[in-house]
């Protein structure tokens, strides 16, 4: 299987803060790469598909890039309702799916 | 539009099994295949498996193998998701999700429709 790994585990950050996650797949998975955010007691949301495509209704803020076995995702300025876990998931693999660790994102 | 509903709650006893609902509206039931993802308490999400509602076929991640059965009903658009043999660390929020995409590898592009999810509980 396909191990997929997030850094940091957690950040802490302001608002206004640039914010950068990465996840590293154990191997390659060309772009088949998505992030969700998630707040507690709350569904996953879509953010990003295909390492960098924006999915609709989301804000410009957040951007993804990567491909390969490296992949990342930036918050341009970070706002109050950023504050969250964000998990990203390799589709490669398809059927077989698997998540990365998980990043919290803290108020400093 | 395209939504999921789960049903309840569950509390189980270590050793029984519970099946847990998702029905699918707003869309055609045998278009997008359906992903169940499960949280227990602070911990990440963890996939485990995938049904196509069009032939019902699956495939499961391979911890999960040999407990989950998935299965749909495409007169009332439902899908379930059975696990048997329960133990304390099967304690989570179970979700379904689905891609709903009208292109072609839209399986690819993650998971954009989700249920509210179910709580099962396993305890003694």
């Known amino acids: 299987d396909i191990q997929m790994t997030q850094s940091p585990s957690s950040v802490s950050a302001s608002v206004g803060d640039r914010v950068t996650i990465t996840c590293r797949a154990s191997?390659?998975?060309?772009?088949?790469l998505a992030w969700y955010q998630q707040k507690p007691g709350k569904a996953p949301k879509l953010l990003i598909y295909?390492?960098?495509s924006l999915q609709s209704g989301v804000p410009s803020r957040f951007s993804g890039s990567g491909s390969g076995t490296d992949f990342t995702l930036t918050i341009s300025s970070l706002q109050p309702e950023d504050f969250a876990t964000y998990y990203c998931?390799?589709?490669?693999?398809?059927?077989?799916?698997?998540f990365g660790g998980g990043t919290k994102v803290e108020i400093k | 539009q395209v939504q999921l509903v789960q049903s309840g709650a569950e509390v189980k006893k270590p050793g029984a099994s519970v099946k847990v609902s998702c029905k699918a509206s707003?869309?055609?039931?045998?278009?997008?295949?359906m992903h169940w993802v499960r949280q227990a308490p602070g911990q990440g999400l963890e996939w485990m498996g995938i049904?196509?509602?069009?032939?019902?076929?699956?495939s499961y991640a391979q911890k999960f193998q040999g407990r989950v059965t998935m299965t749909r009903d495409t007169s009332t658009s439902t899908v379930y998701m059975e696990l048997s043999s329960l133990r304390s660390e099967d304690t989570a929020v179970y979700y379904c999700?689905?891609?709903?995409?009208?292109?072609?590898?839209?399986?690819?592009?993650?998971?954009?429709?989700w249920g509210q999810g179910t709580t099962v509980t396993v305890s003694s």
């Open positions: 295909a390492a960098s």
């Open positions: 049904i196509n509602p069009s032939g019902g076929s699956t």
């Open positions: 999700a689905c891609r709903a995409m009208n292109i072609q590898k839209y399986y690819y592009y993650g998971m954009d429709v």
């Open positions: 707003g869309y055609t039931f045998t278009s997008y295949y």
């Open positions: 191997q390659g998975i060309s772009s088949w």
């Open positions: 998931q390799q589709a490669n693999s398809f059927p077989r799916l698997t």
